[in-house]
Structures are given as structure tokens and as C-alpha cells.
């Protein structure tokens, strides 16, 4: 290493590198730290000294205000909201991965007639998006009665994560070794039970799954406002969309419930980025 | 052998094991795609209920006054809020991960965290985040200008500037995955061809551009059709920024709003289900075209340049 420093065009080098990365990474952070550091300031300190932090002891207490907190906690219900999106989202993510699994053993495992059609049948919708269907899908969801319910939602993140699901998940079935299996076979093993021995060796497929899901569908604001937009079905997103739109003006609580929603999400982030960047480059090969 | 097997006796367990894909796949994302294009044929009748029309909405919308210049106005957005992500985007995204995949670079993991976290926040939340920068009443954004020397203005308000602001807005939003995905290609570069290429006395330019470039086509390619079928299929940061009507005066409207507000209607306007589903079936046409250009024209190019190599 240090050797190489003593090239002159090395240490430019070095230090172009790592000066791009460092201001794009400036240029990523900076406007979320700015609103989570607002956010527990009184109004005049938001306005006449944005880039300072108040923190609830001295020497920083002067500008500390959890106004915007107390504003959000009593007028809007976040607690239900991140219920909401908790169940939708793990839920949907469960159907996706016990269904989609199954249907990527067979398609993998078992030579029958239409199978290629089949696969391409279920490939279709990883390039279609299925916002297109809204129309059909809302006219289908009354007449189902699944109006408001949590389940719509389900249902639609369920249909449009399989195609990708069951694409990626096949791949990685495929090169689990057929020995293993005929052996099992031989053993008197069902085939019920060959898929469930085949699932732990699929592990890195069923995280890149995950993984590529789980932030669409926490994130997403087209269904929830299409099918789901009653009080008690809100998820975050669309909870926090209507709460901004009503305090437009009160830029205490709208710093305040803007942190509110994105906290969990960085702290889940920070929490399983390792995996989601090895999910999202694993994905990626091929 | 499990074929012989599945011809002797009906194959229960392959059924046990499609069904529920097949079924809800079926009902709740291909069924309603097929039934909205049908519903573009269709027409409120007087006598109530859906009269079949063929293409007359289409013919509206392409031609109508009141349709017409909407819809164009959508496209154009789209294609300008596209030509930011294709050029600005995926290039930025293509340097990062180069520098990020580069031996020289120290805390590759750290950078990479960082830069990946706007992409997880939701649209809602970078909307607004943005609207407060942007905000004049704020004026972070005219303190960071002031120091290039360039004067502060509504950048989302006016009509010139309010769509390339929003397209930069959706460009620092999902810089992440161009980023990722590249880095991923790079990654997969085997280390002896560079190590060969640099004895050789290749500089890093000319180590880019021969070596690792032509090898990650094929993720140039996967890019470009994510951004294309993301781009024309956006409506949340619209929604959540300029609102359904793509404030100011529809200059930040995208197809996908113009279709939001043809079926829900808006303000005075009622809804329109089957316009709304003509509205879709276009979009349906420009993504379907994007996916057959890639799949035909794209990837069979590269198939023959890997032949000839």
C-alpha cells in the first residue's frame, strides 16, 4: 500500500475516488438528516438556524421542541398505520415465499406436459406491471367484498411479487443435486417432503426474494389509496401521505411525522443492509 | 425416475404444488390486466351499464381536444422524466459502482450503505422531504445555490423547472439500483483479466472501456428496461410532490397520474373507468413495446456479438 503512494498519479487517484463518493454520499444524507434534525426544534429555530441540532440537554436544549411529536401522536393514528403495514407486509411476503416456492419446486423438479409454457405464463407479469390492471382489479375486489380489508392488499402484492418469485427461485432449485433427491426418493420419501428437505438448501434465493419485495410493498402508495383507503385500513405511506397533505402549513409536525415514517424503515435498513445488499447482488448475476 | 412415476398415476402433487400460484397469479394480476384491456373497448351506455365501443376511445384520446392534448402532454413528461433516468442516472449509478468495486477505494461497505439509504424511503416521504428543501420559505436550497452563484427559485412551482427538478428528485431517490446492479456485474469480472490487462500497461480508462464495459452489457441492458417499464409505469412522487393534477399546470403530469385521474376523477371531473382502462391499455402499448425492443433487438445483438467473439 504505502508503496504504491509514492505514484504521483496513485494518491490523485486515491483522492478523486474516495472525494466522489464521499460528497454523493453528502449529497444522499444530507436532506433526511436535515429533516430528522429539525424536527425537534421549535418553529423559530427550524427557520432561523436549520443547520444546528437541539438535543434535550445543555448546551443544546435552547432550540429543543417536540411540538411536531405531540401534534402527530394526537392527530393522526401512526401506531394503527405501522400495524397495518406490518401485517400487509408480512404477511404477503409469507404467501409469497410458501407459494412461490412450491410452484418453482414443480416447475423445476418435474418434467410434465406445458411446463415451459407454464413458466413463461408465469413470467410474464416481472416486466407487466400490474398497475395497468387497476380498473379490473378494483371492480374484482368489490365484488369479492374485500373493499377496506387488509387482505385486498394482500392478495394484490401476493400476485405481484410471484412472477419474479418463482423466476429467481427456480433457478436456484435447479441446481440443487439430483442425487440427493432420487435418494430420498428411494428412502420412501414423498414428495411433499422432498420439497420441504429442498428448502433449506435454497436459503440465498429465499432472501433475495425477500429482499426484493419487502421495500415495494411497505412503500407502495397506489393500492392503498385504491383499495384500502379507510381509517382503519391505512398503511404508513398512505397515512403519512394524508396526514402531510392536512398540516401542509404546521412544518413542526410535518418534520416530525416525516421522521416518524422514515426511522423504522433506516433502522431496519441499517439492521439487515448486509443481507439486502448480498440479496440484491446475488440477484443481479444473471 | 420421477417422469415415469408422474405418467403412471395422476400427478396429484404437481397440482397440489401449481395451484396456488396458478390461481392467485390468474385471478388477481392477469385477469385484471386482460379485463381492463377489454373495458378500453367499452363505452358508458345511456341505457346504463357498458356498451362495446371498439376503438373509439382511443380514437378520443388521440384525437379529442380535450383528451388529446393531455395525453401527448403525459407522454412527452414521460419521455423527458425517462431521458433523466436513462442519462443521468444510470450513468452516476455506472461511476459509483465502478469506484465502488475499484481497489483503491477503502470503506467500500460503509459508501455503499450510505448511498444506497434515500432508495429505501417511500416516494411519500421523498416528495415531501424535497418540497421542504425546495420550499423558498426555507431557503436550504438558495443557502447551497448562493455558494455556485445561482439564484433561488420555486423550483417545483414554475413551469419550466418544476419537471427536471422532479426527475432529479426521482434520480437521487433511485440512484441506489443502477448502483447496485452494476456493482453486482463488476463484481463478477474475474480479477486475473484486469490483473492481465494492467501488466499490459493499461490505464484504468482504457481498463474501463475495453475490458469491464463490453462485459457488463448485458446488465446495460436489464437497466435500461427497468428504468423504461419504472419510468412509464411512475405515479407515486408526482402524486405525493405536484399532486394528481401535475402541478403546476399538468407540466409535471405523467401518464400514470392522467391515468389515476381519468378513472378516480378529480375535483369537478367525475371518473371514467373505461377511459381510464384506454389510458392504461396505452401505457400497456409503450411498456410492451420497451420490454419486445429489449427482448428482440437488445438481447439477440448480444447474443451474435458473443457468438463473434
Avoid at chain 2, 444510470?90 to 469506484?99: D, K, S, V
Avoid at chain 2, 455556485?148 to 439500483?177: C, D, M
Avoid at chain 2, 463478477?188 to 490505464?203: H, K, N, S, Y
Avoid at chain 2, 419510468?231 to 402541478?247: K, T, W
Wanted: aromatic fraction near 14%; glycine fraction near 6%.
Amino acid at each position: 500500500m504505502l508503496k504504491q503512494f509514492r505514484r504521483p498519479g496513485y494518491l490523485i487517484q486515491f483522492l478523486l475516488a474516495h472525494g466522489t463518493l464521499f460528497i454523493y454520499t453528502l449529497i444522499a444524507l444530507f436532506p433526511v438528516f436535515l429533516v430528522v434534525i429539525n424536527s425537534f426544534k421549535n418553529r423559530r429555530a427550524i427557520f432561523r438556524s436549520p443547520y444546528t441540532i437541539a438535543l434535550p440537554f445543555e448546551p443544546y436544549a435552547e432550540n429543543w421542541d417536540t411540538v411536531g411529536y405531540e401534534t402527530v401522536f394526537k392527530r393522526a393514528h401512526f401506531d394503527t398505520y405501522f400495524t397495518n403495514s406490518l401485517i400487509v407486509t408480512v404477511v404477503a411476503l409469507l404467501l409469497i415465499l410458501i407459494i412461490g416456492t412450491m410452484a418453482a419446486f414443480a416447475l423445476a423438479e418435474y418434467r410434465f406436459k406445458g411446463n415451459t409454457a407454464l413458466g413463461l405464463y408465469l413470467a410474464l407479469g416481472i416486466m407487466i406491471p400490474i398497475r395497468l390492471g387497476t380498473v379490473s382489479l378494483l371492480r374484482l375486489i368489490v365484488n369479492l367484498g374485500l373493499i377496506n380489508t387488509l387482505t385486498a392488499l394482500i392478495l394484490v402484492y401476493t400476485a405481484m411479487g410471484l412472477p419474479l418469485a418463482i423466476f429467481i427461485l427456480q433457478q436456484f432449485m435447479r441446481q440443487v443435486p439430483r442425487d440427493l433427491k432420487d435418494a430420498a426418493r428411494v428412502d420412501g420419501a414423498s414428495e411433499y417432503r422432498i420439497y420441504w428437505m429442498i428448502l433449506p438448501l435454497v436459503r440465498p434465493a429465499i432472501g433475495t426474494v425477500m429482499v426484493f419485495n419487502m421495500i415495494p410493498i411497505w412503500n407502495d402508495l397506489w393500492f392503498p389509496l385504491i383499495l384500502a383507503p379507510g381509517e382503519a385500513t391505512k398503511t404508513v405511506t398512505l397515512g403519512a401521505q394524508i396526514f402531510l397533505g392536512q398540516f401542509v402549513t404546521d412544518w413542526n409536525a410535518v418534520l416530525a411525522s416525516l421522521t416518524l415514517s422514515a426511522i423504522p424503515v433506516i433502522v431496519l435498513y441499517i439492521l439487515f443492509s448486509r443481507q439486502l445488499i448480498r440479496g440484491l447482488t446475488a440477484g443481479a448475476v444473471k | 425416475m420421477p417422469m415415469n412415476k408422474s405418467r403412471k398415476s395422476f400427478p396429484t402433487h404437481i397440482v397440489v404444488f401449481l395451484a396456488p400460484a396458478v390461481i392467485i397469479y390468474t385471478l388477481f394480476m392477469i385477469y385484471p390486466l386482460v379485463d381492463s384491456l377489454r373495458l378500453s373497448l367499452y363505452a358508458p351506455a345511456q341505457a346504463g351499464g357498458e356498451a362495446f365501443v371498439g376503438f373509439q376511445n382511443y380514437e378520443k384520446l388521440l384525437t379529442h381536444e380535450l383528451w388529446a392534448p393531455r395525453l401527448q402532454g403525459a407522454l412527452k413528461n414521460n419521455f423527458i422524466f425517462f431521458l433523466f433516468h436513462m442519462f443521468l442516472q444510470n450513468p452516476i449509478g455506472l461511476l459509483l459502482a465502478t469506484l465502488l468495486s475499484s481497489h483503491i477505494v477503502r470503506g467500500k461497505a460503509i459508501f455503499r450503505t450510505l448511498i444506497f439509504t434515500p432508495t429505501i424511503l417511500s416516494f411519500v416521504l421523498v416528495g415531501f422531504i424535497w418540497r421542504l428543501i425546495l420550499s423558498p420559505l426555507w431557503g436550504i436550497s438558495g443557502d447551497f445555490l448562493a455558494i455556485f452563484g445561482i439564484e433561488n427559485q420555486p423550483w417545483l412551482g414554475l413551469e419550466n423547472t418544476a419537471l427536471p427538478t422532479l426527475s432529479l428528485i426521482s434520480v437521487w431517490q433511485f440512484i441506489g439500483i443502477p448502483m447496485m446492479l452494476f456493482l453486482a456485474a463488476l463484481i463478477a469480472i474475474p480479477d486475473e483479466l484486469l490483473e492481465a490487462a494492467r501488466v499490459d500497461g493499461a490505464t484504468a480508462w482504457g481498463l474501463f472501456w475495453k475490458i469491464k464495459f463490453p462485459l457488463i452489457l448485458p446488465t446495460v441492458g436489464i437497466v435500461s428496461i427497468l428504468t423504461f417499464v419504472g419510468n412509464f409505469n411512475a405515479f407515486d412522487l408526482v402524486y405525493a410532490a405536484q399532486s394528481e393534477l401535475g402541478q403546476p399546470n399538468y407540466s409535471t403530469d405523467l401518464l400514470g397520474t392522467f391515468f389515476y385521474r381519468t378513472f378516480f376523477g378529480v375535483q369537478l371531473q367525475p371518473g371514467n373507468p373505461t377511459m381510464g382502462a384506454t389510458i392504461a391499455g396505452v401505457m400497456f402499448i409503450v411498456i410492451l413495446t420497451g420490454v419486445l425492443i429489449y427482448m428482440f433487438g437488445w438481447q439477440r445483438r448480444l447474443l451474435k456479438l458473443e457468438i463473434e467473439l
